[in-house]
């Protein structure tokens, strides 16, 4: 920067290849080295993008300044090192410079938000009291009653049906203990039960293999049962520092290991720190046949339930069977590396805040890919998952095109609040769900199969849009080297507010038959391919019903458009259409064969049946009319087949009472065998008995 100048230009190391963006860098807070008064640093905001490498201030330099560190942020929201343990608004914070009346706080999150702080870099390292968004801890110093103690310190505030924890036994040195003896019994299988009542457990000490309060390891025939669901809790014991990893409950080299019946609490919100790999159940390396039957786990930071393997040492034969998993925060079910023949059935998953994450999150992640890494034979059935957070609310994938995720069927599931994302998946089947996308929230399409996706089953399933910003309700999405493939899509019910029903983008083999879709407002297409980043082949879109409700609307009913790349055999017959102002579009040089545009009914509303086929591709053939509304005004669309008795200038159609209107480029089937031609064509005349010559 120049002195006396608002103009900043920046240099971007090569290896990151940088450059400033008019969306997110505009009203960004900046800190400039150097630059202030008396070579302070400069604390501003960023009026605008001039190009990739300038941006406008808000205040000049007043000293110039080369090659000095500058940092953008968002000035609405800082990360703190501790995290809420309630819900606060309008919280005054003393930021030491200026005091905000503003701050805010979502509980088990670190981000103070404030719109009036404008934070910088200069503002971090400084220390901040957020009142009531902590936690008070002491001893009960006296009992007077079954109701009532006295603490060893006072309450900084008053608290009104507020949660509090009792604590004082560890009992893990006592469960270990039993453990051991275990080992000296004979018999083929031992069951530990556990009465009413919240069972405290330290960590264990940290080793390299067993990280939980909770550790089984090697051990058989086991089964660990509460007294219920809320009844009998295992959970770490709160107040304790845990810099490091520490689950609840952590298996590992397990065979016919069961847990029923009992609560998991991580007790994220009383713990003094915390991390994202503290989970409430891991199921590890070498463990099979495990059964997870009845269990709540509730406010770990984070997975509820995590299953993570290798090749090594597999998870096999899992079941998660009407579990209730509640306010973890970062994934309800999380599935890590080579787990096979899992059962996730029956469960009620919430991720609401302070949950941060997904319902069910496949991780595609692992060491160098082996072609036997990524989980298979996975079904996930009759669920309810209630989702709240910013991500999408179910993820399916498999390892980035290289070992993909394997035979997964997700089924009867009801998903309210969020969407489902796959990728990299061969032989999926998503069937029977229904699936609710607000209107508030992320703008996220309700179920989109992306990339890599080979020999998939759509159908059934009920697809709700209500946000006023989504792409579509349903799409099959590939790139130039991993196309989505051989997917068929049907009978299903795709409702949208904004975009399209069911669009289909750089795909191979796609079958989009049986489906309903309804416009619930300003829509694009009912059904729409695009060949965007490859060329798109072996497409076929029959019987589907594409309508609209109260005042939806379709820009047009089935679309289809090249952009740079081609589109090969693609199969348009006996849609029903309505609510759209075109019937059947085609856009683009691209379209090179039109097999079958066929049958089409659009309804009489539209402007124009089917546009964009002035020329036809090469060994196109329409038959039966490519779409039409068979409705007697002038353009209501030709290419139709019809038969009747007689002539069709003189005699009617049976049970008809009017000669037989047609529009120019229809073809007319004489079947009663009289004098004269059985053949004729409408030559002039759109929407009038005359015009019919005879072949």
């Known amino acids: 920067m120049v002195a ?17 963006l008019a969306r997110i860098h505009a009203g960004q807070r900046i800190t400039v080295a150097g630059a202030g008064v008396g070579g302070s640093t400069l604390v501003t905001d960023v009026v605008k993008v001039v190009g990739p490498t300038n941006l406008e201030l808000a205040d000049a330099s007043a000293t110039s300044v080369s090659a000095v560190k500058t940092i953008l942020n968002d000035p609405g929201s800082v990360a703190l090192s501790d995290y809420a343990r309630i819900r606060v608004a309008g919280v005054t914070v003393d930021l030491g410079d200026r005091t905000i009346g503003d701050g805010a706080m979502m509980v088990g999150s670190s981000a103070l938000a404030s719109e009036t702080a404008k934070f910088s870099s200069v503002d971090l390292d400084k220390p901040v009291v957020i009142r009531a968004a902590g936690r008070h801890v002491t001893t009960i110093e006296s009992f007077q009653s ?6 060893a310190a006072p309450a900084q505030r008053t608290v009104v049906d507020g949660l509090a924890d009792v604590w004082r036994t560890d009992s893990r ?3 270990e203990a039993l453990l051991a003896g275990l080992g000296g019994l004979e018999g083929e299988s031992a069951e530990i039960r ?6 405290d457990f330290t960590r264990v000490p940290i080793s390299s293999r067993m990280q939980g309060a909770i550790s089984l390891s090697g051990l058989k025939n086991l089964t660990l ?14 107040d304790q520092k845990l810099d490091r990893n520490a689950h609840v409950v952590q298996m590992r080299n397990c065979t016919r290991l069961t847990l029923r019946d009992l609560s998991v609490h991580g007790s994220y919100l009383t713990l003094g720190s915390v991390n994202e790999q503290m989970h409430g159940i891991v199921i590890d390396d070498g463990s099979e046949e495990i059964a997870v039957d009845q269990v709540r786990v509730h406010q770990s930071a984070g997975d509820g339930v995590r299953l993570l393997s290798s090749a090594d040492g597999k998870v096999r034969q899992v079941r998660v069977d009407r579990c209730q998993i509640v306010q973890n925060k970062r994934s309800g079910v999380a599935f890590q590396r080579a787990v096979e023949q899992v059962w996730v059935r029956g ?5 609401t805040p302070p949950s941060t994450d997904s319902c069910l999150d496949f991780e595609p992640t692992g060491p160098v890919p082996t072609n036997d890494n990524a989980p298979r034979d996975i079904i996930i059935d009759s669920n309810l998952m209630v989702h709240g957070t910013q991500t999408v609310a179910v993820s399916l994938s498999g390892i980035s095109g290289l ?11 009801l998903v309210i609040g969020g969407s489902i994302f796959s990728t990299d998946i061969d032989r999926l089947t998503i069937q029977g769900n229904t699936v609710i996308v607000p209107e508030s929230g992320p703008a996220r399409i309700p179920l989109h199969v992306q990339r890599g996706g080979r020999e998939s089953v759509i159908t059934g399933n009920l697809l709700v849009n209500a946000h006023a910003e989504i792409e579509s309700a349903l799409r099959l999405s590939g790139a130039a080297h991993r196309p989505a493939t051989r997917t068929l899509v049907s009978g299903n019910l795709c409702v949208t507010r904004s975009g399209a029903g069911i669009d289909v983008i750089s795909a191979n083999d796609i079958a989009i038959q049986g489906n309903m879709v309804i416009s619930t407002g300003s829509c694009t297409g009912g059904v729409f391919v695009y060949a965007e980043s490859s060329d798109t082949d072996r497409i076929s879109i029959h019987d589907n019903h594409i309508t609209a409700e109260g005042l939806g609307t379709w820009k047009t009913g089935v679309r289809v458009a090249t952009g740079s790349h081609s589109i090969d055999d693609l199969s348009i017959v006996s849609n029903a259409i309505g609510g759209a102002a075109v019937g059947v579009e085609f856009d683009g040089k691209g379209i090179r064969h039109t097999p079958v545009c066929a049958l089409n009914r659009v309804s009489a509303d539209a402007t124009k049946p089917i546009v964009g086929l002035s020329n036809l591709p090469e060994h196109a053939v329409i038959v039966g009319g490519a779409a039409s509304r068979g409705g007697s005004e002038p353009n209501s669309g030709g290419g139709r087949h019809l038969t009747g008795i007689g002539d069709p200038t003189e005699s009617a159609l049976p049970g008809d ?3 037989v209107a047609g529009n120019i480029g229809d073809i007319y089937q004489r079947l009663d065998g009289g004098l004269g031609s059985t053949l004729y064509v409408k030559e002039f005349g759109n929407g009038t008995t005359a015009g019919w010559i005879a072949k």
């Open 347 to 351: 469960c009620y998953i919430e991720m």
């Open 657 to 659: 009472s009017v000669l």
């Open 225 to 238: 049962r509460g007294a219920g669901l809320g009844v009998t809790i295992l959970r770490l014991m709160p």
């Open 194 to 199: 556990f009465s009413p009542g919240v069972y």
């Open 4 to 20: 006396g100048e608002k103009t900043l230009d920046a240099t971007f190391a090569p290896e990151h290849h940088g450059r400033f």
């Open 146 to 151: 079954s109701t009532q103690v006295t603490l």
């Open 173 to 175: 040195i006592g469960f």
């Open 403 to 413: 070992d993909r995720l394997t035979r997964v069927q997700f089924t009867n599931n």
